[in-house]
């Protein structure tokens, strides 16, 4: 076989992918409803925070995903799927969760408890309780946290 009749149909194959890759990279949707939905296969927008130029999103309804960050520009929706989460056991009844977000210094935290909490941390956080779910909260921190990070629930406190 000669080797120009396969790098010629090769080229184009390559050509092809690198094209579904770019049109699929930085997808855009006209509302953050759409957004939620179509990254999520049909999830719908629970709670949400503010976060920097965007919201974090907390999606019911989806077997795929149950959070994202999504951003707008140019009046366009973005998903950015660099998140990554970690959880921390802190306490029987307690599950802190951390979600940290790609490229920005900062975190998301989600508290989940089988009895209302009082909570506070070292960065003064304004925790918010979540409307549809019982004792759970949510917060945002405007920095990555570290070993110097101190959470207060219920007057015991916790580094993560």
């Given at each position: ?79 950015e799927s660099g998140t990554t989460k970690?959880?921390y056991q802190v306490e029987d009844n ?57 959470i207060t629930i219920n007057e015991k406190?916790?580094?993560?």
């Amino acid at each position: 076989m000669d080797k120009n009749k396969i790098i010629g149909p090769f080229l184009a194959l390559l050509a092809v992918i690198a094209v579904l890759l770019i049109i699929n990279f930085k997808k855009s949707y006209p509302t953050l409803k759409e957004a939620v939905r179509a990254t999520s296969r049909g999830g719908e927008i629970g709670d949400r925070i503010d976060c920097n130029q965007g919201e974090y999103i907390f999606i019911k309804n989806s077997n795929v995903m149950t959070s994202g960050y999504f951003y707008q520009e140019n009046n366009k929706w973005y998903y950015e799927s660099g998140t990554t989460k970690k959880d921390y056991q802190v306490e029987d009844n307690i599950l802190v969760s951390v979600y940290y977000l790609k490229g920005e210094d900062v975190s998301v935290l989600e508290i989940i408890g089988d009895t209302e909490l009082n909570i506070k941390d070292s960065e003064k956080t304004d925790f918010i309780k979540k409307k549809k779910e019982d004792n759970q909260y949510m917060g945002f921190v405007n920095k990555k946290i570290d070993s110097n990070y101190i959470i207060t629930i219920n007057e015991k406190d916790y580094n993560l």
